[in-house]
Structure formats: C-alpha cells, structure tokens
C-alpha cells in the first residue's frame, strides 16, 4: 500500500511537472542554473539538496516525515526537508539556544507570528536573519507581486527600516469566519415566545434582557433565565460604542482621523462600561472567571446572549439551533457600532538564516506555496489524499478519511501563504446532501457571519502588527507592561461596580498618562504613520 501511495505522489508530481513545460520548466528543467540552483521551474535544484526547517509541531499534527506535503513537495522541488520540530512548551528555549549558540536550521518557520517582532529585529540587526529584498526580487515571481498589490501582505513583509527579513501568512478571504472572533448569539426562541424583535438599540437591548429575566421565556415557571453570561468584558461589546479592537495587538485601535488610541481609555469605552456596570448591578448580566462554568450554563439551555467565535462549539450542535448570530447593537449617539476584529495577518512566518548555503533555493522553496496552487498544498497536503484538482483547474476534496485531521496531510499553519477571494474561487464545494453535520455547520457559520458581519460592521481604519524599530522596542518595553497590566484592572473595576465610573474616570486617564501612555502611543502613531504613507 506505501509503494502504491509513492507511485501516485510519483505520477502526480510528474503531471505537475509537465504542466510546468508550458512555462519553460520540464522534468530536468530548461531555466537557466545558478549553482546547482535553477531560476525558475521545477524542479528547483538540479543535484539533490537538503533544506533544514526548524518549526513547531500542533496537537493534531501527525509525523511531518511521513505527510503527503513532504514526499510530494520533495519530489517536485528535489529538496529533501529535514524537518527540525519543536513543541509550543519548548520553542522558546530551544530557539533560544540555537540563536545563542549560533547551530541555526536553514530556514525557520513558525506558525500565528510567534517567532516575535523583537527576536527579528535583534538577529537580523547581527545578521543571523537575512534580507531577503534581492533574493525577491530576482527570484520569487509570487511574493515580489504581492508586495506590489496587496497593501495588507507588504505591510506584514516590511520592517521598520523599509526592508524585509521575513515572510507573513495573510488571509484576506471573505471566508474567513475568524476575521470576527466574538460574535453575538441571542436566543431566538426566546424572542420568539415573548414577541420580541432583535434589539437595534442600547435601550432595546436593555429591555430585552430585562424581560429575558422576569417573563419567563423558556416557559418552565423558574426564574432560572440568565439573560446575558460573559466571560469579562467582551471586546466585541464595546463595538457597540464605536470602539473597535483588533486581537493582534494591545488594545490599541485607530480612529476616523488615522490617530492611534488605546482602546481601554477612551470615551467611548467610559460608555460602554458605564452601560455594562447598568446591566450588572440590576442582574441581567452574569460574569464568569471560569470558563468551563460558561460553558455549562450555555449548554444546560440557561442562557439567553453570549458571544463566542461559533455558538455550536459551546452549546452544542441541538442547542445552536435556537440561536441567531446578530449585529452588534446601536449603543451611542456619538459613533457608529462596528466589530472588533482579528488581524487579516500574522508576521514573521518564515525566515532564512545565515546558516543556509543556499538562499537562492530557499526563496524559490517558499514562493510556491504563496501561489494559488501552494495554497492548496500547504492546507490540504498532497494532491489525491484529502483534495484533488479537475481537468478545469479546480479544487475539490476527495472521500478521504473524515476522522483524520488536515495536519495529518500536511504542516498546515506551520508554512506560510496567502489566500484571498480569488484564490478560493477554483474551489468547489460538495453538495449539502454529501456534506457531513460539522460540514454544514461549518458552511452555515461562514455564510453567517458573511450575512451579518462583513461589509458592514468592519472598522474603516485598523491598527494592524507593525514593525518594531529600536526606539518604539525600548520605549513599549519600558512602558506597556505596567500600562496594560493596571488598565485591565480597572476595566473589571468599573464595570463590576468596584469603583465609581463618573467620580473616578478622570484619575484611572491621568494615572495611564503617568505609566508612560503618551509615550507609547507617540512611538506607535509614528510606525503606524510610516506604513501607511
């Protein structure tokens, strides 16, 4: 069966490489050789090479050496991968002495941007991470066009200094549900039984919650309703005042005038807590530091508003039946209600260190998986095991195993790439009828949040990652810990009724500017400024 597998991969990676004929490749490749290295096509080296990635190895993924991804993509590229993997809980030490002791991999891939803006100003400052400008330039037809057309993937390319030492994952697809990650669930049934409407308004959703508490909508004669259960206070609550916070970054958030506020000391967060601190004191809101009680009163069938990234993964799959995903709520006369949101990128997902002999064979490694086809290679893995591509050029999935994960197939998020609209178009999905539950479920979620969210409650500026120079480094260094650590203090405090809002607002904003807040937002004002020229 292992020999039978092989032949396939074999014959797949040769019907590629044909394919590859029209462009000027073919089997032993007509481009022109630098080295041992050609400058286009496949395969990439003439001579057999290793490439040594260290990365870091997920749950559900499988052994890297026996995935589809790595027999497939050495046949075609004749780079043999010598996988270097780490696991979330070591990364850090054994990346540590790799760099201290100077017995660096090849290449360095890790996935949702952990190898960090510091580390890479730090070792591509002592060379030990190169740049990578040339080698685009004259090397990766891929990543040098997205550098020129899209705003979001140069963004995350480009440090401080103009240049570019890493390479980012970028997903700009408006399939993807996770650009929203706390969505608003009310229950629907109870609406229904009391006759009441989705609130559009601060006060309507005060009087919803209201009833939601002394009518009785699950109609078993208990006051056992809990109208609204948070876990804190919900980034995506504050949406409903203006306020909109991107999870990749401190808090931080950019308003109609392109100037960089902290998120927890503005006006409009007063206001929101203001109205929260309102539906705590008169029981209609129930706050957990335990996220497993949440869990419980949702699928016990108690609770009437929450918000989550999906509603069936919490109250299960009967349950979510009873919810409707809803748009955030009019909570201001000052701003519009927009959603808080996740950044569209994630930074420094691959570098090349000075350790690899051959740079020229890496870039051309890697800007593959930056085209539509490398997309697909680095999600589903091999062609033929989980996905397979038609006559026309789509993709589609197999009947493969439905109880095996993707990172079975492939390294999935440990790889970079970029998907957008376009790049989803070649793929087609199966017909609801041969769809799974969790397929549908899956589908109904991204139709959804499509529906509710894009397009419409989406901030118009947003304060993405940006790269750290030495200055804006030492500056958030000496100052953020002290300011985030004491401004998530207080937000609890305010809203839970701890301290008065009104009689001490002004102190907890004189009491930031004292940590150094000015000072940071100063240093972010000018990177953000510089990347949006």
Known sequence: MKSMKKLVAVLLVAAMVLACCACGGSATNNNALEGNTYVAGFPIVKEKEKLEIMTVKQVEHG??????????????????????????SEYESNLTLMFQSKNLPDVISLPTGIFGAERLLKYSKNGQVIQLDELIDKYAPNIKKLLETSKEFKMAAT????????????QTDSNNHERFPQKMYIRKTWLDNLGLDVPKTAEEFYEMLRAFKNDDPNGNGQPDEIPFATRGIEPSFFGSFGISFNYSNNSLCVDENGKVQFGYGCAATKEALSYYNRLHSLGLVENYESDSKWKTKLK???????????????????????????????????????????????????VITDKCENPIAAIRWVDYLYSTDGYYLVTYGQPGDMIEKDKDGNWSYTDYDRSKHRFTFTPGLCLPY???????????????????????????LTEDTKNTY???????????????????????DQYSD????YAGQMMGEFAFGYRNIDTEWDAYIAE??????QLVLDEYQRLYDAVNQ
């Not at 995935?67 to 996988?83: H, L």
């Not at 440090?159 to 970028?170: E, N, Q, R």
């Not at 509603?311 to 209600?337: I, K, R």
């Not at 894009?454 to 958030?476: C, T």
Request: proline content about 3%.
């Open 418 to 444: 970029y998907v957008d609209d376009e790049t989803l178009s070649v793929w087609k999905d199966k017909d609801k009828a041969d769809m799974t539950a969790d397929e549908l479920a899956d589908l109904q």
């Open 512 to 517: 930031l500017n004292k940590k150094g807040l």
């Open 63 to 88: 052994d890297f050496d026996e995935m589809g991804f790595t027999s497939y993509y050495e046949e075609m590229t004749n780079i043999d991968i010598e996988w270097m993997v780490s696991t979330l």
């Open 454 to 476: 894009l397009g419409k409650y989406e901030p118009e500026n947003l304060f993405w990652q940006l790269p750290y120079d030495e200055k804006a480094q030492e500056v958030i």
């Open 482 to 485: 002290n300011i985030f650590e």
């Open 159 to 170: 440090s401080a200094d103009g240049k570019i030492y890493s390479l980012p994952t970028v």
């Open 300 to 350: 016990n069938g108690l609770v009437g508003v929450f918000y989550s990234l999906a509603d069936y993964t919490v109250v299960g799959s009967d349950l979510a039946d009873e919810y409707v995903m809803v748009a955030p709520f009019d909570g201001s006369e000052n701003a519009d209600p927009v959603m808080s949101v996740s950044g569209t990128y994630y930074t420094n997902t691959f």
